[in-house]
């Protein structure tokens, strides 16, 4: 399974820590969009085959820490006998602030095969 311990699918719940944490990782990285938090809702409540987002909450119950965001697409693929389609994610939103970086893209990659 994965390593990060608290680390669970994002609700609607999540969504104002979410924003929080892009927020102050936007700045921290010279990168301010502004996002409102209908459009945090949009871009990262996950939908089914979509949209897949992550939230690690820290372990004193005090807020979440981590959050990592991708969506995933499905190409058609022409003329081979074996393979007819070709699974793809691509990561969206990534902020570790409390968790190895690493060991965060190693559970995504792990939740996105799944």
């Known amino acids: 399974r994965h390593k990060t311990p608290g680390l669970r699918p994002l609700t609607r719940e999540d969504i104002p820590g979410a924003l929080n944490l892009l927020q102050t990782h936007f700045l921290e990285s010279g990168l301010s969009p502004a996002l409102s938090p209908q459009e945090a809702e949009h871009w990262l409540l996950p939908r089914e085959n979509v949209m897949h987002s992550y939230v690690v909450e820290a372990s004193d119950g005090t807020g979440l820490t981590d959050l990592v965001s991708f969506y995933t697409v499905t190409t058609q693929v022409l003329n ?35």
Not at 87 to 106: H, K, M, Q, S
């Open 80 to 114: 081979h006998p074996l393979h007819q389609q070709l699974g793809e994610a691509r990561l969206l939103y990534f902020v570790a602030t409390a968790t190895d970086p690493v060991d965060l893209i190693e559970d995504t990659l792990v939740l996105a095969k799944a």
